[in-house]
Each structure stands twice: as C-alpha cells, then as structure tokens.
C-alpha cells in the first residue's frame, strides 16, 4: 500500500490558495484602474446569472399562474355579488314600479268617490283577469258579505266600465263595457251639449276605433265632437248621472237609417288595478 504523503497535499492546498489569492488581486487591482470586469469573473457571474434564472423560473411560473387563478377566483365571486345585487335591484325597481301604479290606481278610485258623492260605494280590488277574456270581463275581490249585486255599475278611474254579472260571498265577475257580448252592454245613457240632450243605448264596442258606440238615438238635436256621455238612469238598470265619456264623432249604420255615436271612455279599460261598484243613491233603500 501506497504511504500517505501529508507534506505533498500540505504543497497542492498552498498552491490552490495562492492561486486564488493571485486571481483575486488581479482582478480587484483591475476593478482599481478601470469598470471592466475580468473574463473569469464575467464567466463565473454569467453562470451564476443562468442558474439562477434556471432555478427560479418555474418557481416564478408558478408564483404568476397562483397569482392569475387567485384573481380570477376573486373575480368571479365579485361578478356573482355584483349579479346578485342587480338582481336583487331590478325585483326592488319592478316592485316600486308596480307600487306606483297601484298607487295611482287608488288615487284616481279616491278622487272618482269624492265626485261621487250622491252615491253609495263599494271600492274593490282586481284579482283576476284572464288573458282569454281580457276584453270582457274581470273579478273582483267584494261580494254579497259587502253588498254587492248583480246588475250594479261599475267604474274605475273616472269612468264606467261595465256592470256586476256574478256575485259570490266574497268575489264578483264583471263585465266590461269592450265585451263582445252584444247584450250586456246596453246602458242607456244622455248625451249633453251645448243645443240640448239626446238619449240612446250604449250597445258595443269597436275595438278598430277604441270606442264605445250609442245607438236608438231618440231626439233631433245636433250632436259635436267633445259633447259629454252620461247614464240617463231609465231602465232602472243604473243610476243617473255616472261618466261615461266624450262624443268622437257620428255616423250612418250600414243602412243608412240610425245614427251611430262613437264615444271616447273616460275609463282607461286596459290597466285595471281597482274599480268603485256603485250601490245605489245615497239615501236609497
């Protein structure tokens, strides 16, 4: 076996260090005179460079991706907040808008019974209009517990729009007066103007005019644009004096024998929210 030399690797370690002691004065007496660098050190500084870059470029990759997939989670749950309370916004918005229109509905009901004063009154709610009977009829939430009966004129906002048809204990069916049934709209009625009064029956409803049509005109007086339609109360079927609307224009039936009134209701027949069933006269028993 070879013997252990210590006094040879004593030789090599000194010669190791002075070579590096010697590279590092050249290169810090280089750094003296001038910026440069040395080519060892710019080999050794390069590498380093790459390594590091090497090392750590995936660390950054997957720092980013985290990063990019932690705000797209936080993203989404700030769009799902967002839709929720635009949601929430739009429901809040239809409700205050449906709010207002009953609202109103009731303040046209409350300023059509202070006009009514010479009458006995029962203020209903709509509750029920079917979309296959939207023209002709609606039912209502007042019945016989609250003294309504049949054949009773019924007005919303500031005109008639038809007569009770049907009571039960707590709910009445209505009739309008845009109804097809030919023989239910047949309220006699007073056309007053400035030559005088006219009476007829108010008959039907023309849908391609939007309005409603007098005929059996009894009386020769001159009928205008703008003249006012009102129930006469004859027939005993309802009272006198109830809005019905303003005279449009006139015109010959198909055989040139009666007169045909088209009248414009006071009465928006669409948008029903509430309506006022007149009793009867005040005083009345």
């Known amino acids: 076996m070879k013997k252990f030399n210590p006094n040879k690797n004593i030789i090599i370690t000194l010669i190791i260090v002075i070579l590096v002691v010697s ?13 440069s ?37 936080v993203t989404y749950e700030e769009n799902e907040r967002l839709k929720e309370k635009i949601d929430s916004y739009d429901e809040i918005a239809r409700s205050n ?77 209505i009739e309008l007066l845009t109804s097809e049934n030919q023989n239910s709209n047949h309220f006699p009625v ?19 005019e ?19 339609v009102q129930t006469s109360g004859l027939g005993g079927n309802s009272p006198a004096d109830l809005a019905v609307g303003t005279v449009v224009s006139t015109t010959k039936d198909e055989f040139g024998l009666d007169t045909k009134v088209y009248v414009k209701p006071y009465a928006q027949m669409y948008d029903i929210q509430a309506v006022t069933i007149i009793k009867r006269l005040a005083g009345d028993k």
């Open 23 to 35: 590279v590092l004065s050249v290169t810090i007496a280089r750094r003296a005179v001038g910026n």
């Open 97 to 173: 808008e449906n709010y207002k229109r009953e609202i109103e509905s009731l303040k046209e009901e409350l300023e059509l019974n202070e006009t009514l004063t010479n009458y006995e009154k029962i203020t209903a709610n709509v509750i029920n209009r079917s979309p296959d009977t939207w023209q002709d009829m609606l039912v209502v939430d007042r019945g016989t517990k609250d003294g309504v009966e049949v054949n009773m004129a019924v007005m919303s906002q500031k005109g008639l729009i038809g007569r009770v048809i049907e009571v039960n204990a707590a709910s009445s069916k």
């Open 190 to 208: 007073r056309i007053s103007g400035k030559d005088g009064e006219t009476f007829g029956i108010l008959s039907s409803y023309d849908q391609k």
């Open 37 to 73: 660098s040395s080519f060892v050190q710019s080999a050794v500084n390069d590498t380093i460079g790459i390594v590091d870059k090497v090392i750590t470029a995936p660390v950054r990759w997957i720092e980013t991706g985290a990063n990019s997939v932690k705000k797209l989670f």
């Open 210 to 228: 939007k309005s409603l049509v007098i005929s059996q005109l009894t009386g020769s007086t001159q009928l205008k644009e703008g003249d006012v």
